[in-house]
């Protein structure tokens, strides 16, 4: 089945906020999702295993970094391009 899920990450107590984003989003795609990023969020798009896979693994290591907050909203109704 293919999702979209709308991720939102946070930095907490980091200098730099974009280091962690970053890696996020090159782990999506790393597991070939579709990721569209935005100002707040990002969406991002493909099979649902790898969409979990890849959002343990961003978790995991954008955490091991330091304090995150993840926000994560899922759907298989989202229209994809």
């Known amino acids: 089945m293919f999702l979209t899920a709308q991720v939102s990450l946070y930095p907490l107590r980091q200098t730099e ?3 962690a984003i970053g ?5 999506f795609r790393e597991h070939g999702l579709e990721v569209t ?10 099979p649902d295993e790898a969409l979990f896979s890849a959002v343990k693994e961003a978790f995991q290591k954008t955490a091991s970094q330091g304090d995150i ?10 229209p994809v391009s």
Do not use: H, R
């Open 37 to 46: 990023p935005g100002n707040m969020s990002s969406l991002v798009t493909g």
């Open 23 to 27: 890696k996020a989003l090159d782990i």
């Open 69 to 78: 907050v993840m926000t994560l909203t899922l759907s298989n109704a989202c």
């Open 17 to 19: 906020l974009s280091p």
